[in-house]
């Protein structure tokens, strides 16, 4: 039987040393390769013209550099860019892209869909399919990267760059798009892992931040292996409220999940955590629940990121007027708890949190059920 080819945008340095060790060649041909690929743009083998002839047909056999294909791209008014990716089973999903006066953001998926049901959000409500391939997910920084790199060529966009400012377009990443990326640990880390290398794009960690649900035993292993910045979805200050909003707290509760992020922030020499909080009209939005939720953060080094809600076809909830989430921020920075209000971004191409869809089979049929199901806030 003949081997499958090896993407070989799905290994890391250090899995690409291992590689090419295997193949009997020198490792620092790992690094040969990353530049090319991730620096250069370049995926053809033909085209890597310091690896011998012999070396570039041997990886024209037995690897690839395959990418998804781009289905879409659509372009807010605001420079927001969504683009939805086929990948290679077919399913597809998507990415966005967020530029702002001093750095370009991009929203990066981990999952088909997403298996944690969270009530406000829309990748949930689809349903889940498959955990994303190390390649699907870096491959969707290069996408960007490579799109954007050509639009400015073409003068369609331009980067405020000073002089030899020789940054890429992409120079922060957030793993916010479709999924848990704590639930495909392995290949996130991986992906951050090229995100972050030096023959690769090179971003600090200080620019790679990846959002979770509260995985608790997840969050403390990527504090020993990959500690980026880290956002966690909070949205409750209470288990009562936040059993119903993310229905992972009922196996990792609030003040397990603080004490969590005292550890992270402790031991990974980070400043502080970012606290997610979505803001919903009548549901979690009151004074008490402003006030229960400063000193449910008050002893934690962190930062809170209220994001007004992004509604979407079938939802129960109705996003928070602009004068409450205004009086919620303020009873937090008056209990000195650092707060901004996150800006709604691509809304018109439902690009912005929580709106993310893609186009995939859901293999856990909660799309169906869930269609009829409200939670009920009393
Ligand atoms: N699974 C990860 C990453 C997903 S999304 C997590 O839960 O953190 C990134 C952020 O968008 C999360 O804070 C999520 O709760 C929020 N979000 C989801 N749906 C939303 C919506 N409809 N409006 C605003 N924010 C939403």
Not at 98 to 114: A, K
């Amino acid at each position: 039987m003949t081997e499958q080819p090896i993407n070989l945008l799905s290994l890391d340095r250090m899995s690409m040393e291992r590689f090419f060790q295997g193949m009997g060649e020198k490792s620092f041909r790992a690094k040969q390769l990353l530049q090319w690929v991730y620096q250069r743009k370049v995926t053809r083998f033909a085209d890597m013209t310091d690896l011998s002839k012999e070396l570039r047909q041997k990886l024209d056999i037995s690897t690839n550099l395959d990418l998804p294909e781009i289905v879409s791209q659509q372009r807010s008014r605001d420079g927001t860019i969504k683009w939805l990716l086929r990948l290679k089973d077919g399913n597809c999903i998507e990415s966005v892209y967020i530029p702002e006066q001093d750095r370009g953001t991009l929203c990066v998926s981990s999952q088909v869909g997403c298996g944690l049901n969270c009530t406000f959000c829309s990748t949930g409500r689809q349903g889940f399919n498959r955990n994303l391939d190390v390649d699907e997910i870096i491959s969707q920084v290069w996408i960007a990267n490579n799109v954007l790199e050509t639009l400015e060529q073409s003068e369609e966009i331009v980067f405020d760059r000073h002089d030899n400012d020789q940054r890429r377009p992409v120079t922060n990443v957030v793993m916010m798009g479709m999924g848990e990326p704590l639930l495909n640990f392995d290949n996130v880390v991986s992906a951050m892992r090229l995100m972050m290398d030096d023959f690769s794009f090179g971003l600090s960690r200080r620019r790679v931040t990846l959002s979770t649900a509260g995985m608790i035993p997840a969050m403390d292993k990527l504090k020993d292996q990959c500690p980026v910045s880290l956002a966690v979805s909070l949205h409750a200050p209470d288990n009562a409220l936040r059993d119903k909003l993310v229905p992972l707290n009922r196996k990792y509760p609030v003040e397990e999940l603080l004490e969590c992020c005292r550890r992270y922030v402790d031991s990974s020499n980070r400043q502080r955590v970012t606290f997610e909080y979505v803001m919903l009209k009548d549901v979690n939005d009151s004074i008490q629940h402003a006030r229960a939720l400063a000193r449910l953060v008050s002893d934690v080094p962190c930062k809170v990121n209220l994001i007004p809600f992004n509604p979407f076809p079938d939802t129960q909830f109705e996003r928070s007027g602009e004068s409450v989430i205004a009086k919620f921020r303020d009873i937090l920075l008056h209990r000195n708890i650092f707060t901004i209000t996150r800006k709604t971004r691509g809304d018109d191409i439902d690009a912005a949190c929580g709106q993310l869809a893609g186009d995939f089979k859901d293999r856990t049929s909660r799309s169906t059920r869930m269609s009829q199901h409200k939670v009920v806030f009393s």
